[in-house]
């Protein structure tokens, strides 16, 4: 377990403490549906169709029951589009996930994951205390740290080079997930 989320399980929970957590690649397992992104032209309606399918990632899950444990609020900040809000609180639920807030992407924003997350970051605390952000995107977690947040950087999906490429492409080039 990173340092960071060392910090976050030892940090004392008042009631205005959140953990906050990414779902693809943090959660969810998603490379089973990265085919339909790879090649152009990308079929992104298969791509979000398959969410349902999607493994968990029992790293990140156990995560969040620790931290749900600790006594923080669990935030979920999700590059998904809130037009997937309904699937992917079901996906949340057969997964056993700590009930939490669900921050979605708006579909109409298309900016890149390190341009979104950091944005809904700061509104998520202005009203709760950010005791860690754990995110699988190299870029945001990079973003992140520069700017002060006590980010912990997901590796566990262990995507091969072309599906970590896919998914780089898919949430800082496309602002889609």
Wanted: no cysteine.
């Amino acid at each position: 377990m990173s340092a960071a989320a060392r910090a976050a399980l030892a940090e004392p929970a008042d009631g205005s403490t959140v953990a906050v957590l990414d779902v693809d690649g943090v959660l969810a397992d998603v490379r089973h549906r990265l085919h339909h992104v790879e090649r152009t032209p990308k079929d992104w309606g298969a791509f979000f169709a398959a969410m349902d399918a999607d493994g968990p990632l029992e790293v990140g899950i156990e995560l969040a029951r620790l931290l749900d444990e600790a006594g923080h609020g669990i935030v979920y900040l999700t590059g998904r589009q809130e037009a997937h809000r309904g699937l992917t609180e079901r996906w949340m639920r057969e997964q056993g996930l700590p009930e939490g807030r669900l921050v979605m992407r708006p579909s109409s924003d298309r900016r890149p994951a390190r341009q979104f997350k950091p944005s809904a970051l700061r509104r998520i605390a202005a009203s709760a205390r950010v005791v860690v952000v754990v995110d699988d995107d190299d870029a945001v977690v990079r973003v992140l740290a520069q700017e002060g947040w006590p980010v912990v950087h997901a590796t566990w999906m262990h995507a091969g080079r072309s599906e970590q490429q896919t998914l780089f492409d898919a949430q800082e080039a496309e602002g889609l997930t």
